[in-house]
């Protein structure tokens, strides 16, 4: 129906596991942390795209770093390039479930790949967490990318609010490590 579904969400320290969607898009995160580093935050999730494949996945972090969750958003046709999105929130909120309509779209319209990070939050994991996160994030791309059949010269990074400052930290760090995106 398209319609917006509020999803009592918990967000800090420890793993993020989604446990399913319904019909209704409907989203539960779980986090494994104790009770009073628990932040209860209403999520707004939206029923992606039809004809978008919508996949959770676990990224390999950087050594000696968690894995990243994230959600891949492939549309039935597709050229070779890829975005990573990146959510809003200040960096201490925010997930990615809240992206799931406009990352569907993106992958639809643009023909793409999107990665939706569920990069670390502060405070629990200050800098350069996030950082580290979606930087694993982009390397994976790139190594997988024959198996993602994508080019990894055709890499993008985006997102919203501190989500942009965080691609363009990104991008900076890559561009230092001689690997800089698409755009």
């Known amino acids: 129906?398209?319609?917006?579904?509020?999803?009592?969400?918990?967000?800090?320290?420890g793993e993020r596991a989604v446990r399913g969607f319904d019909e209704r898009a409907r989203a539960v995160t779980e986090v494994d942390q104790p009770e009073r580093a628990?932040?209860?935050?209403?999520?707004?999730v939206?029923?992606?795209e039809p004809g978008i494949e919508v996949q959770a996945v676990r990224v390999p972090g950087l050594p000696r770093r968690p894995e990243v969750p994230a959600f891949t958003y492939a549309p039935a046709e597709?050229?070779?390039?890829?975005?990573?999105?990146?959510?809003?929130?200040?960096?201490?909120?925010?997930?990615?479930?809240?992206?799931?309509?406009?990352?569907?779209l993106m992958a639809k319209r643009a023909?793409?790949?999107?990665v939706n990070v569920d990069y670390r939050?502060?405070?629990e994991h200050p800098f350069p967490a996030a950082v580290d996160d979606v930087a694993a994030v982009l390397s994976w791309l790139r190594e997988q990318s024959?198996?993602?059949?994508?080019?990894?010269?055709?890499?993008?990074?985006?997102?919203?609010?501190?989500?942009?400052?965080l691609a363009a930290e990104l991008a900076q760090r890559a561009?230092?490590?001689?690997?800089?995106?698409a755009f």
Request: net charge positive; aromatic share 2%; glycine share 18%.
């Open 46 to 48: 939206r029923r992606p």
């Open 175 to 181: 561009l230092d490590e001689g690997f800089p995106p």
């Open 78 to 104: 597709r050229g070779s390039g890829a975005l990573i999105w990146l959510h809003g929130g200040g960096r201490i909120a925010g997930a990615p479930q809240s992206a799931h309509r406009l990352c569907s």
């Open 146 to 165: 024959d198996t993602l059949a994508i080019d990894p010269a055709r890499i993008a990074v985006g997102g919203a609010s501190a989500g942009g400052g």
């Open 38 to 44: 628990r932040r209860p935050v209403v999520v707004r």
């Open 121 to 123: 939050l502060a405070p």
């Open 1 to 13: 129906d398209g319609r917006a579904h509020d999803v009592v969400a918990h967000e800090g320290l």
């Open 111 to 114: 023909g793409v790949l999107v």
